[in-house]
């Protein structure tokens, strides 16, 4: 087990941390589920204002839309992270699982988005028909609007320790 300095307090007796044989993989599954989040959010954010703009109401479009950007939110984390990973050494990939293994916060929201984003498919195959066009992609415009759903719950209903100030915002406008 690779040891970490920012292991929490309250874990740090907890020998429940078992490390994944491949923490190459376990990482790029967990960069793949951001992608997905951070690319409903878009596709819902685009395929709202176009809808609005276009005056277009057809829900299978705009499920099509928001599925074209989960889809292309996870190829493009997935592609960025492969060539990251090219610079992590062993311990890194270690170092990174573990600390995803406390990240409290980071659990709820996966938590939030995957039950959402089961609800949206649910939705979505329920209120589509099937084998309409682009079918599959509208299926997964569905998942995406739940998973989005789920990631703005997560943000306004987590408890306060959850709330801190982005960590990497805050490095670019430091002033030391």
Known sequence: MVESPAKPAAKANSDDFVPPSYP?????????????????????AVSAAYALATRNRDPGAFLRRVGYGAMAGTALSS?????KFTQIDKDGFHDRVYRLHYNTSQQR???FAWAGGLLGLVA?????????????????????????????????????????????????????
């Open 24 to 44: 190459e993989a376990h990482l790029l599954w967990h960069i793949a589920k951001k992608g997905f989040q951070a690319g409903s959010l878009g596709g819902v």
């Open 79 to 83: 592609s960025l992270a492969a060539v």
């Open 109 to 111: 929201t996966d938590s």
């Open 124 to 176: 979505a195959v329920v209120l589509l028909p099937e084998g309409g066009p682009g079918w599959a992609v509208a299926m997964v415009g569905g998942s995406g609007v739940g998973s989005a759903l789920g990631v703005l719950a997560h943000v306004a209903t987590r408890p306060p320790e959850q709330v801190y100030p982005n960590k990497a915002l805050h490095e670019l406008v430091r002033d030391d």
